[in-house]
């Protein structure tokens, strides 16, 4: 197999686009509808809605899997075998769709624990509305890793061009990106931790909203188990990440980089709201927590959108 199976494997992924776009629209859009309505057959219009989304997933593994049998890192000068291209599922694309998968999971474990509250009703129509924006502005199957596209692309051409310099040249560069990057040990790891922790503050959020204008015990547990959990995944994917920042950017100022520095801010203000909560008897300590909870979000949205606005080692800006 070689370079030609794995265009065919890219084309049958768009092939499907149009179907996948249309079928978690429209089932984000009826889930909204349901859910406002409160509708009996809300949990089921929330499963298939979810369902969709995972055999998505399943579709961009296969895509995936086929990139890992179809692109070998062959060495120009002698010919050798170096490795294969094994592409993790959440880069380019695929980042909002992951987040977009985890927080219909965690909303359907809201579902199954809260049917009915007025919490579960928005988380519902929160969930949507993050799939819609998901498919409206990273759809995974429209054009399936542009990025990689172009450097797969790039290293073909090299590849097959009668300039051993050119080959040579080409090869060290795509090779030594593919060691460090696509095929880093901490690329498995670090970025599905971050996006499975942002899942499940995204409950925590919408539970400090609730907390703050229904004043409810039961929102404050909310926030405080998904942030908690969020919190010890969050940390977990930031330490996976020192190892790797010391291996990939080393001598680079990559301890300054804006998005590392939001990171670190983010995790400083849920650290911060995690031991408010510890107050939380005391006078005017449950609106405290409710804004920081509120806050905390806030910050990690600030944080994703940096790395592709501010320039920086760890950003596409």
Avoid at 223 to 236: E, R, S
Wanted: proline content about 4%; hydrophobic content about 50%.
């Amino acid at each position: 197999m070689g370079y030609n199976e794995y265009v065919q494997a890219r084309e049958l992924v768009q092939s499907f686009q149009i179907y996948f776009f249309v079928a978690i629209l429209f089932l984000s859009i009826l889930l909204t509808v349901v859910s406002f309505i409160r509708h009996k057959s809300t949990g089921r219009v929330l499963v298939a809605t979810v369902s969709v989304i995972v055999v998505g997933f399943a579709l961009l593994a296969w895509f995936h899997l086929r990139i890992y049998s179809t692109i070998a890192l062959i060495n120009p000068t002698n010919g050798e075998v170096l490795g294969r291209l094994m592409a993790p599922l959440w880069i380019e694309s695929e980042k909002l769709y992951f987040w977009a998968m985890f927080l219909g999971i965690f909303t359907y474990v809201v579902h199954r624990k809260y049917k009915g509250e007025p919490f579960s009703v928005w988380l519902n129509i929160v969930f949507a509305a993050f799939t819609v924006l998901t498919m409206l502005i990273s759809d995974p199957f429209a054009n399936p890793l542009p990025a990689l596209h172009q450097e797969i692309g790039n290293y073909q051409m090299a590849m097959v061009n009668s300039n051993p310099y050119i080959q040579a040249q080409y090869f060290q560069s795509f090779y030594g990106r593919v060691i460090y990057f696509y095929n880093s040990a901490y690329m498995w790891v670090h970025p599905p931790l971050l996006f499975i922790s942002y899942a499940t503050l995204v409950v925590a959020f919408l539970a400090s909203i609730f907390m703050l204008v229904k004043r409810r015990n039961i929102y404050d547990t909310i926030a405080y188990n998904y942030a908690k959990l969020g919190y010890v995944v969050l940390t977990l994917g930031m330490l996976v990440s020192y190892p790797w920042a010391l291996q990939a950017w080393a001598n680079q100022p990559w301890w300054w980089s804006p998005k590392i520095n939001m990171s670190l801010m983010m995790w400083l203000f849920y650290t911060a709201y995690l031991h408010s909560r510890l107050h939380l008897h005391r006078r005017g300590m449950w609106n405290t927590t409710a804004i920081l909870g509120i806050f905390c979000f806030l910050v990690l949205v600030l944080t994703y959108a940096t790395t592709y606005f501010i320039p920086g080692v760890h950003s596409y800006g």
